[in-house]
């Protein structure tokens, strides 16, 4: 919408409105506007026009006025679906006109919330997009295809959800890679601590999240090779760290609070401090869950395997380990 001024015969000026068409009215509630303001900025950065309150909101004009031009000047309406919109009375207000206007309501979830029998009457369409993890910035891609196929397959107010094409997931493109670089465990350990690097690489053309992240054991056996603690060794403090028990999984994203999202062919290295009782030699694995941002769709992948020894360091543990033999 733009405004421009010209002189009449009474008040020295007149305000005429022009509407200027739009391809988003995004609807949002106020509690979400952070997330609703970048959503809009990244599909602004796609080439694609947003509306969006209070911003194109023009002063002097009444609010309702607005929405409602807008409305009849936009293609998509897109709902910023959350549990604050799903029980905002103005969202639903912002949902019916969109709907009596024959817009198709494209809902984006950014929360896991069932819809609220009011909404629920307006949104019919099995189509929604899942933006359930943030950064929302890691979903723009996938939103802004959707939108595009929208705008693409149809012009007005013309185009339907049910018309969008499912999303597919690549065939043949593999998620992801795990590696483990064996020649980072040094044959010699002066603490109680051995180092892993490992690296995580999306190999596919869309976002990933790694959901889960172990440390597997798939073999221990004890050793009598002994190495006396070398005095004032320095430790180095790493990213993530795992202490090895009776357990043959260790959770590591749990233990770190670690958030993994990977970008498309993107790889993150991490080196990982492992502690394990001394005179014990393992064999382990990193394993990994990659799951696809916009099906859903989860693969697990694991590294090779790699041996890792922690010597007896003192004399002490090596007499008592003989005594019981």
């Known amino acids: 919408m733009s405004v421009r001024m010209f002189p009449d015969g009474h008040c020295g000026l007149r305000q005429i409105v022009f509407a200027v068409p739009h391809d988003i009215f995004v609807s949002y509630s106020a509690k979400d506007k952070v997330t609703a303001d970048a959503i809009c900025r990244g599909l602004e950065a796609s080439g694609i026009c947003c509306w969006i309150a209070p911003r194109d909101v023009l002063p002097g004009i009444h609010y309702g006025e607005a929405i409602i031009e807008a409305l009849n000047n936009s293609r998509i309406f897109l709902l910023v679906f959350s549990a604050h919109s799903n029980s905002s009375a103005q969202v639903l207000r912002e949902v019916e006109r969109a709907a ?22 307006f949104i019919s369409s099995p189509h929604r997009l899942e933006a359930l993890h943030p950064p929302i910035e890691h979903y723009i891609p996938v939103l802004t295809k959707a939108v595009n196929s929208l705008l693409s397959h149809h012009s007005g107010h013309a185009a339907r959800l049910d018309d969008l094409p499912a999303a597919t997931a690549p065939r043949n493109i593999p998620p992801g890679l795990v590696t483990a670089d064996a020649s980072e465990i040094t044959s010699v350990h002066y603490g109680d601590w051995a180092e892993l690097a490992f690296s995580l690489t999306n190999q596919s053309p869309k976002v990933q999240k790694v959901t889960s992240l172990f440390l597997e054991v798939e073999e221990r056996g004890e050793i009598d090779m002994i190495r006396l603690k070398k005095a ?5 403090e790493f990213q993530l760290s795992a202490k090895i028990g009776d357990e043959n999984l260790v959770d590591l994203i749990s233990l770190s609070g670690v958030q993994i999202m990977l970008n498309p062919h993107e790889t993150e290295a991490f080196r990982l401090k492992i502690a394990a009782p001394e005179g014990y030699r393992y064999k382990c694995k990193i394993l990994a869950d990659f799951m696809d941002i916009e099906t859903s769709e989860k693969r697990e992948l694991s590294s090779r395997l790699v041996q890792i020894e922690f010597p007896i360091r003192n004399v002490v543990t090596l007499r008592s380990r003989r005594a019981r033999m």
């Open 100 to 121: 009596s206007k024959g817009l198709p309501v494209l809902p984006l979830c950014i929360e896991a919330v069932p819809l609220s029998p009011a909404i629920e009457y």
């Open 232 to 236: 004032g060794a320095i430790l180095k």
